[in-house]
């Protein structure tokens, strides 16, 4: 019985550092964080989004933002995303280029935080259902994302 017990542990760890994110992988998805508003105008806002692993559990990426309704924008935000147990990841990115209404603004536009958890759906796919702080440089919010990748 302990001998099974222990080659059940020795699995369960093998299949769990197999979803691991390691050196070199690089995934390419999108996200949202879910703002979908209808009245009194509407707004839907997604991000595509990549992040390369430049060591196991540290990736670097970036977010092209999109946003459509009553103003379209576009927004890229370089990000970091750091693997602090497992599958859940703290995150930050910057918004240092946003095109809004005809105006273009280059500089540290917002500053936005997060947790997360990384599900992978097999080897090549994961989805990420996040925790944000948004904009917190300026009026600080609270929001919920979901974002998915595929490993390329």
Known sequence: ????????????????SANAQSSGDLF???SSNLG???????NL???VTADYFI????????N???????????SLAP???YFVMGDIFAMVSADVLSIAGGTTTVGLNSLNAGVGYWYALGDNVVVAPTLNLSNITNSLGIGLGMGISVKL
């Open 55 to 62: 060591m196991d559990g540290l990736s670097v990426g970036g």
């Open 36 to 42: 979908i508003t209808i009245t009194p105008d509407f």
């Open 28 to 30: 390419v998805g999108g």
């Open 64 to 74: 092209l933002g999109l946003g459509i309704g009553s103003a379209t924008s576009i």
């Open 1 to 16: 019985m302990k001998k099974l017990v222990l080659v059940l542990l020795v699995l369960g760890g093998v299949s769990i």
């Open 45 to 47: 806002n997604g991000n």
């Open 79 to 81: 990000s970091a995303k």
